[in-house]
């Protein structure tokens, strides 16, 4: 199993980026995947979630209306769409892939990352 994530890098307050996971190697019962982000100082948070065959999606509330997640089953990538970042968004992406419940989200796999960095 393997997830690779891509699209990260340096941009300015008010800007947008689009981070990519691309999975191999998962079974079809891994229906769900997941943004985290690790800023500095903070905990690990959940930034979106998304399961397929479903129309669930989860959001961290700090980036309710700005950041989108979708996924691309035929392609096994999921996509981060963020808009309007601000320096508070700021961190580590990394991307998850497991199952969800109907309740709760039960990740197995997780990538390496990659940097985002929002200036102001």
């Known amino acids: 199993v393997q997830l690779v994530e891509s699209g990260g890098g340096l941009v300015q307050a008010g800007g947008s980026l689009r981070l990519s996971c691309a999975a191999s190697?998962?079974?079809?019962?891994?229906?769900?995947m997941g943004w985290y982000r690790q800023a500095p100082g903070k905990q690990r948070e959940l930034v979106a979630g998304i399961a397929s065959g479903t129309t669930t999606t989860t959001y961290a509330d700090s980036v309710k209306g700005r950041f989108t997640v979708s996924r691309d089953n035929a392609k096994n990538t999921m996509y981060l769409q963020m808009n309007d970042l601000s320096p508070e968004d700021t961190g580590v992406y990394s991307c998850r892939a497991g199952r969800w419940t109907g309740a709760s989200y039960q990740w197995f796999y997780w990538g390496p990352g990659t940097q985002v960095t929002v200036s102001s």
């Open positions: 190697g998962i079974s079809s019962s891994m229906n769900a």
